[in-house]
């Protein structure tokens, strides 16, 4: 049926096939399939790879790097924790700190082989949770990725969180945690000054 426009006349088939060139539907559909189940595979080999690193690779025998460690701030925290869960695979440990009492406690209690807990100075949060191992937990976690990888993220669930974080260019990444971090720096200075204000 023709159509008038203007001076023009012309069909309704004619106004499809000129106007509007869509490309092959078949091809691009193709196309879009093709490029789905690569991501929808990228995104699986993640997760596996996820699981096996945090659940299934086995730890490495830290003795093969040699029988002694150096631990700093062993007195508190987590390096209080990685202090207990290296003497645990038999290592010889070097405890450095500055303060020679609590040394000696510490010492003292990996000597003795007390089961302990410890609740970590490092962050206002005492208590563990889903997404906050205690200590103990995180030094037996990031104990297993000794040997393995330069740069990891040990404890399982922070692995969960930073997926979609590590799936920007890692400059990116690196500039955001950067300035959160700047953010948590300057509030405890923050706090601190109002500390010793008192």
């Not at 390096?79 to 609590?102: I, S, Y």
């Not at 995180?138 to 979609?164: K, M, N």
């Amino acid at each position: 049926m023709p159509i008038k426009r203007g001076r023009t006349w012309s069909t309704i088939s004619q106004l499809t096939s000129t106007d509007r060139k869509q490309p092959n539907s078949s091809a691009y559909r193709q196309a879009v399939l093709i490029a789905g189940s690569i991501y929808v595979s990228k995104c699986f080999i993640s997760f596996l790879n996820l699981v096996y690193v945090n659940f299934l690779r086995p730890s490495k025998n830290l003795k093969k790097y040699g029988s002694w460690a150096l631990v700093t701030a062993p007195t508190d925290g987590i390096g209080k924790a990685f202090a207990f869960e290296l003497a645990r695979k038999g290592l010889n440990l070097v405890l450095v700190g500055r303060n020679p009492d609590k040394l000696n406690d510490v010492s003292d209690l990996i000597r003795a082989k007390v089961p302990f807990y410890v609740a970590t100075k490092m962050t206002s949060i005492r208590k563990s949770s889903f997404f906050v191992p205690s200590t103990d937990g995180y030094a037996r976690a990031a104990s297993r990725w000794i040997g393995y990888e330069p740069r990891c993220t040990p404890y399982w669930t922070h692995s969960v969180f930073w997926c979609l974080p590590y799936s920007f260019p890692q400059s990116a990444v690196d500039a955001w945690r950067f300035k959160a971090l700047l953010e948590i720096r300057k509030r405890g200075q923050v706090k601190d000054s109002m500390k010793k204000k008192l």
